[in-house]
Each structure stands twice: as structure tokens, then as C-alpha cells.
């Protein structure tokens, strides 16, 4: 009854759906492409068995790579489907996998939508990262006996509470699903407490980052082209208030360093464009990575208004503030510049990532900065103690290899559902 009514109200707010992907695609044009896809309208996939992997937008897809490439060398004879939320998402499956995979977008958990979409794709397994808990989808796997895993299962306090609200649909919703595999003990206690069975802690993918020499190469010589001397800190992944308290902790840095150069990178391309305003009315003389510009001993801001790039512009930088956590948001992966041994700086709202940060912070990798203020004099202390800052990126790059390994238990755990349904299928169940 419960999932009749959810049905229901998805069809009745479908239209105003689609009135915001029109309001949204105003900043950015993809919202208002290949829309059929978000019905299932999807063009003939290749006759072979098919893997399918759902990652909601940017983070989710560089986590969920790794697992997707291991599963490719694992499993030759299928076609491997991603789908993804957001057009961000959708030019990071592209970037990052080319046409090893197929990609569409995941379609609106509509019955006779989601029905379409698993008629046409037949995948033998749905894997879904994170928090993606969507009630007539899994039904709809569930009676063409398709495998559900969550994996990389992120479940929030708040998100929990939340998901509490509606109890009865959440537990009929994860009574489909074959494994939960959470990141942390305290998101399997979550998610256990709603009613998933089985749950079991395998790590986070994120800590299986790989980083490229290449990568590590090309950053290195973007910081000499801004100057071998200037010290360089980076505010990434900043939201709507934040590219503000950027500049501004930035005005409270350059009182201190008179050479400092800030990387700016915004979370969205809808917001690159604001920042550049914001950036040519503070005074500031910008490079736009847009334009394929690197900057050079002039430059005071250095905008990264590209997609794909945020992990060149860390291994460019001396300290990196997280964003997304400056604004109720939750934050954003601070395991990226951990990886390259940048110090990390984050606001109070980080609940995104909360174990990870506990693990930073205890190591001495990561420090709370409540506002602009606190954040200009962060970074200006951090910038004038090398041997500190060097200490706490050490410790940070410490942090992520002592928590590698949950690519390797996912991969294991991927295929005893593969295994198990196998079973099934051959004894009719």
C-alpha cells in the first residue's frame, strides 16, 4: 500500500520534475538533453549478459571507477551499463571509462518506467553506490530476481531519521536487497536499524583512490608556471556562499603572503561563471582553465571551471579546503588531497563524510575552520609552518593507505552475489 501511494505522488510531482530539470538547464544545458532516457527510452543495447553500476553524479562515479574497471577484467564476457543522475556525472562516466561501458541516465523510479528500463537492459546485477534506495526499482528487480547491492553505503544520521519517517516503505525497499555494503560501522548500524539484512562493513572505496604519476607530473608544473615561489592553497568543490568566504579568506591570506595564489574551483558549472564576476570585482587578475589558460607569475586566481580536473589542481596546491561544508551541505571527499599529502581544511558541515574526517582529524590531517575569518587564518598559518603542513599531509596520505582494501572485499563480494544468484537460477528458484 505504502509503495502505491509513493507511485502515485512520483506521478502526480512528475511534471514539476521535469519543470526543474527546464529551470536548472537555464546554467546548464545538459539538464534539458536526452530526457527520454529519464523514461526509459533508450536505444538497443548488444544481446550480452550485462552488469549494470549506478553512481549518482561526480564523487560517486571516481569512486565507483576502480570497481568498474576490476569488474570489466573480472567479467570480459559482459557489458558493463553505468547510469548516472546528473549530466556532471554523465561527462565523468565518458571521461573516466570512454566506451568500455554503456551509460545512460538512471531513469525515474516510475513502475512502468523502471520496468521498461529492466526489459531493455536485462541486467544480472544492479549495483548501486551509496545511499540509492529506490522503492519500485528494487520491486521491479526483485520480480525478475535481479540481484540488488548496495555498495560504498553511506546512510547519515539525518538521512536516517529522515528514511525513519517512512519506515514501512524503507523496509519493504531494502527486504529487496541482496547485500548491503557499508563504508562504516555506524552506516551498517543505520542501515540495520531500518530493517537491511544482510549488511556487512567492507571499507570505503574512496580511501582505493588511485592517483596517476601523471597527474602528480602535470601539477607540479602548473605550480611552477604560477611561480616556484608563491605559496598556493586551493578552495575546491566550493558551493553558492562559498566561493565568497574564499575570496574573502583569501584578502586575509594575502595580508600575510603578498604572493599567495588562490585555485578556486566551484562544485557546479552553473556556478563558474559567478565566481569569474565575483573574482574580476575583487580585483584579482584570473586564469580561466576553461580557456586553457595556466596562469603564470601574475595570476592572483586561478579558476577551475573545467570538470575532471580537481585532482590536477590539488596535486597543484600547498593546502586544500574542502567545500561543501561552509553551508549545510555535508561536505565534500576530503580523501583526494589526503592522497596527494595536502593538509586538509573543512567547515562544520561535513556529515558526508564523518568517519573519514574523525580518522583526518585524529591523525592531526584535518582542522574545522567555522567561518571566512577562521579559514583565511588557517590557511595563513599552515602556509608559514612548512614543517607542520608537511607533517599533517604525511599523516593524511598515512590515513589512506591504512584504509585501503575495500575494493578488493567489494570485488569479493560482488561475486558471491553473482554466485548466489547463479544457485538460484539453476535449482529454479
Given at each position: 500500500?505504502?509503495?502505491?501511494?509513493y507511485?502515485?505522488?512520483?506521478?502526480m510531482i512528475t511534471?514539476?520534475v521535469?519543470?526543474?530539470?527546464?529551470w536548472r538547464?537555464?546554467?546548464n544545458?545538459?539538464?534539458?538533453?536526452?530526457i527520454?532516457?529519464?523514461f526509459?527510452h533508450?536505444g538497443?543495447?548488444?544481446?550480452?549478459?550485462?552488469l549494470?553500476?549506478?553512481?549518482?553524479?561526480?564523487g560517486?562515479?571516481?569512486?565507483?571507477?576502480?570497481l568498474?574497471?576490476r569488474?570489466?577484467?573480472?567479467?570480459p564476457?559482459?557489458?558493463l551499463?553505468?547510469?548516472?543522475?546528473?549530466p556532471?556525472?554523465?561527462?565523468?562516466?565518458?571521461?573516466?571509462?570512454?566506451?568500455?561501458?554503456?551509460?545512460?541516465?538512471l531513469?525515474?523510479?516510475?513502475?512502468?518506467?523502471?520496468?521498461?528500463?529492466?526489459?531493455?537492459?536485462?541486467?544480472?546485477l544492479?549495483?548501486l553506490?551509496?545511499?540509492?534506495l529506490?522503492?519500485?526499482?528494487?520491486?521491479a528487480?526483485g520480480?525478475?530476481?535481479?540481484?540488488?547491492?548496495?555498495?560504498n553505503?553511506?546512510?547519515s544520521e539525518?538521512?536516517?531519521r529522515?528514511?525513519?519517517?517512512?519506515?514501512?516503505?524503507?523496509r519493504?525497499?531494502?527486504?529487496?536487497?541482496?547485500l548491503?555494503?557499508?563504508?562504516?560501522?555506524?552506516s551498517?548500524?543505520r542501515?540495520?536499524?531500518?530493517?537491511?539484512?544482510?549488511?556487512?562493513?567492507l571499507g570505503?572505496l574512496?580511501y582505493?583512490l588511485d592517483?596517476?604519476?601523471?597527474v602528480i607530473t602535470?601539477?607540479?608544473?602548473?605550480?611552477?608556471?604560477l611561480g616556484a615561489a608563491?605559496?598556493?592553497w586551493?578552495?575546491?568543490s566550493?558551493h553558492?556562499?562559498?566561493?565568497?568566504?574564499?575570496l574573502?579568506?583569501?584578502?586575509d591570506v594575502r595580508?600575510?603572503?603578498?604572493?599567495?595564489?588562490l585555485?578556486?574551483?566551484?562544485?557546479?558549472?552553473?556556478?563558474?561563471?559567478?565566481a569569474?564576476?565575483?573574482?574580476?570585482?575583487?580585483?584579482?587578475?584570473?586564469?580561466?582553465?576553461?580557456?586553457?589558460?595556466?596562469g603564470?607569475?601574475?595570476?592572483?586566481v586561478?579558476?577551475?571551471?573545467?570538470?575532471?580536473?580537481?585532482?590536477?589542481?590539488?596535486?597543484?596546491?600547498?593546502?586544500?579546503?574542502?567545500?561543501?561544508?561552509?553551508?549545510?551541505?555535508?561536505?565534500?571527499?576530503p580523501?583526494?588531497?589526503?592522497?596527494?599529502?595536502?593538509?586538509?581544511?573543512?567547515?562544520?558541515y561535513?556529515?558526508?563524510?564523518?568517519?573519514?574526517?574523525e580518522?583526518?582529524?585524529?591523525?592531526?590531517?584535518?582542522e574545522?575552520?567555522?567561518?571566512?575569518?577562521a579559514?583565511?587564518?588557517?590557511?595563513?598559518?599552515?602556509?608559514?609552518?612548512?614543517?607542520?603542513?608537511r607533517?599533517?599531509?604525511a599523516?593524511?596520505?598515512?590515513?589512506?593507505?591504512?584504509n585501503r582494501?575495500?575494493?578488493?572485499?567489494?570485488?569479493?563480494a560482488?561475486?558471491?552475489?553473482?554466485?548466489q544468484?547463479?544457485?538460484?537460477?539453476?535449482?529454479?528458484v
Amino acid at each position: 500500500m505504502m509503495r502505491l501511494l509513493y507511485g502515485i505522488v512520483l506521478y502526480m510531482i512528475t511534471p514539476f520534475v521535469l519543470l526543474r530539470l527546464l529551470w536548472r538547464s537555464r546554467r546548464n544545458p545538459g539538464y534539458r538533453k536526452r530526457i527520454g532516457e529519464r523514461f526509459a527510452h533508450i536505444g538497443p543495447l548488444p544481446k550480452r549478459p550485462r552488469l549494470w553500476v549506478h553512481a549518482v553524479s561526480v564523487g560517486e562515479v571516481i569512486a565507483a571507477a576502480p570497481l568498474i574497471r576490476r569488474l570489466l577484467q573480472a567479467h570480459p564476457d559482459h557489458a558493463l551499463l553505468v547510469t548516472t543522475t546528473t549530466p556532471t556525472g554523465s561527462a565523468q562516466v565518458r571521461r573516466l571509462l570512454g566506451d568500455s561501458v554503456e551509460h545512460v541516465y538512471l531513469p525515474y523510479d516510475l513502475p512502468h518506467v523502471v520496468a521498461r528500463f529492466l526489459d531493455r537492459t536485462r541486467p544480472r546485477l544492479a549495483l548501486l553506490m551509496e545511499t540509492e534506495l529506490w522503492p519500485n526499482l528494487f520491486a521491479a528487480c526483485g520480480q525478475r530476481h535481479i540481484p540488488v547491492m548496495v555498495a560504498n553505503a553511506r546512510l547519515s544520521e539525518r538521512s536516517a531519521r529522515g528514511y525513519a519517517r517512512l519506515r514501512r516503505l524503507v523496509r519493504e525497499t531494502l527486504a529487496r536487497v541482496t547485500l548491503v555494503a557499508a563504508q562504516d560501522s555506524d552506516s551498517a548500524r543505520r542501515f540495520t536499524a531500518l530493517g537491511a539484512r544482510p549488511v556487512r562493513v567492507l571499507g570505503n572505496l574512496k580511501y582505493d583512490l588511485d592517483v596517476p604519476s601523471e597527474v602528480i607530473t602535470r601539477g607540479r608544473a602548473l605550480r611552477a608556471g604560477l611561480g616556484a615561489a608563491r605559496p598556493v592553497w586551493i578552495a575546491a568543490s566550493t558551493h553558492a556562499g562559498e566561493v565568497e568566504a574564499a575570496l574573502a579568506a583569501f584578502a586575509d591570506v594575502r595580508a600575510r603572503f603578498a604572493s599567495a595564489v588562490l585555485i578556486l574551483v566551484p562544485r557546479h558549472p552553473e556556478r563558474f561563471e559567478d565566481a569569474f564576476v565575483l573574482c574580476e570585482r575583487a580585483g584579482y587578475r584570473v586564469a580561466r582553465r576553461s580557456r586553457q589558460e595556466n596562469g603564470d607569475g601574475h595570476t592572483d586566481v586561478l579558476l577551475g571551471d573545467t570538470l575532471g580536473e580537481l585532482l590536477l589542481l590539488y596535486a597543484a596546491s600547498d593546502v586544500a579546503f574542502v567545500g561543501g561544508s561552509l553551508v549545510p551541505t555535508g561536505g565534500h571527499n576530503p580523501l583526494e588531497p589526503a592522497a596527494l599529502g595536502l593538509p586538509v581544511l573543512t567547515g562544520p558541515y561535513r556529515s558526508n563524510f564523518d568517519a573519514v574526517y574523525e580518522a583526518l582529524i585524529e591523525a592531526g590531517a584535518a582542522e574545522v575552520v567555522e567561518d571566512a575569518e577562521a579559514l583565511g587564518a588557517a590557511v595563513a598559518d599552515l602556509l608559514a609552518d612548512a614543517p607542520h603542513r608537511r607533517q599533517a599531509g604525511a599523516a593524511g596520505h598515512a590515513v589512506v593507505l591504512r584504509n585501503r582494501g575495500a575494493l578488493a572485499r567489494t570485488l569479493e563480494a560482488v561475486g558471491e552475489v553473482l554466485a548466489q544468484a547463479g544457485r538460484r537460477a539453476a535449482s529454479g528458484v
